[in-house]
């Protein structure tokens, strides 16, 4: 969301009733905690996978479990965002840049370390809470350019010939 008046100790935004519908932010409260971040600028490192912000869906946490100095996540969410995920491959979790360590039909799980536990609103989050959640882009682009209508020369049979999938 793009932040529109900056107040002493507050901001605003404009939601639009898209972002109601598919976000967690319909269940947030007053005094809840999100986690924030600027743009990134074209001209900065790039640490992790690119964040758009533009989220699929929202799943539950099922189970949070700590295993010695990690902490396990696993979310439930719907087969279209379910499709999108693999395991290894980039996450975010209300904005927070993962890697998926475990997939199957129905969850996912991520592992965190300490820090990302500290500094994230991850440690406010309980069982049954809801998570906005934003696969990785380049799977959609793939998607997309498999099924488009008029077939290039970039299709199934290239992308195997070449290693791709």
């Known amino acids: 969301m793009t932040v529109t008046k900056i107040n002493e100790n507050s901001y ?3 939601v639009m009733p898209e972002t109601m519908k598919r976000s967690s932010l319909k269940n947030v409260k007053n005094n809840d905690y999100v986690n924030l971040e600027r743009a990134l600028r074209l001209d900065s490192r790039l640490g992790g996978h690119i964040v758009s912000g533009h989220i699929d869906g929202t799943g539950e946490i099922t189970n949070i479990k700590q295993d010695e100095n990690a902490i396990w996540y ?3 969410t719907s087969k279209e965002v379910m499709k999108y995920i693999v395991e290894k491959g980039s996450i975010a979790i209300d904005g927070i840049s993962l890697t998926v360590a475990m997939v199957n039909n129905q969850n996912f799980k991520v592992s965190i370390i300490p820090h990302t536990q500290e500094e994230t ?3 406010y989050k309980k069982i049954k809470d809801i998570v906005n959640i934003e696969c ?4 959609k682009y793939v998607e997309k350019l498999l099924n488009k209508e008029d ?4 299709n199934k049979e290239f992308l195997l010939e070449n290693g791709f999938i």
């Open 12 to 14: 605003e935004t404009d």
């Open 151 to 154: 077939k290039s020369s970039i």
């Open 74 to 76: 696993t979310i439930n």
């Open 121 to 123: 609103n991850l440690q």
């Open 136 to 139: 990785d882009v380049i799977g």
